[in-house]
């Protein structure tokens, strides 16, 4: 469906009025910009697209599209061995803290990651020679 011109430029300024302090849009505000663009007779399709392509023009950051991005790299590190290292989890929260800008703790991304890893059935690699239980103790 197309959305027509005057309802895309409402609900465009409502998308970057929402991101208007931080740059960021966090999972609650896409679903509550969503759910403001289903009233105006905008699909969820349509308007995930408009959100995506104003991020891009505007340079704001899109959680969901962090998310992705870890799930993605985290997925490439079970690959390599099997397993995910600490190094490599470690590179993972570095990713994620940069493309979020900060607004996110480490200690909140470090367990939203090792959620993420449990969720997939990947393997943390813990023990080693001086018994480092790193992914346990998140």
Not at 18 to 46: A, C, P, S
Not at 74 to 101: P, T
Request: hydrophobic share 35%; charged share 35%; with cysteine.
């Amino acid at each position: 469906m197309s959305v027509p011109e005057q309802q895309r430029k409402q609900f465009l300024d409502y998308v970057l009025l929402q991101v208007f302090d931080d740059q960021y849009l966090d999972r609650k505000e896409e679903k509550r910009i969503l759910e403001e663009g289903l009233k105006q007779g905008i699909g969820l399709e349509d308007g995930l697209a408009l959100i995506r392509s104003a991020a891009t023009k505007k340079g704001f950051v899109i959680e969901r599209d962090i998310e992705d991005r870890a799930k993605e790299l985290l997925s490439q590190f079970a690959r390599n061995d099997g397993q995910i290292d600490k190094k490599e989890f470690q590179d993972a929260v570095g990713m994620f803290q940069n493309a979020c800008k900060g607004r996110i703790p480490p200690p909140e991304i470090q367990k939203r990651l090792k959620k993420m890893i449990l969720d997939n059935g990947w393997k943390a690699k813990e023990g080693g020679l001086f018994g480092s239980k790193w992914f346990s103790a998140i």
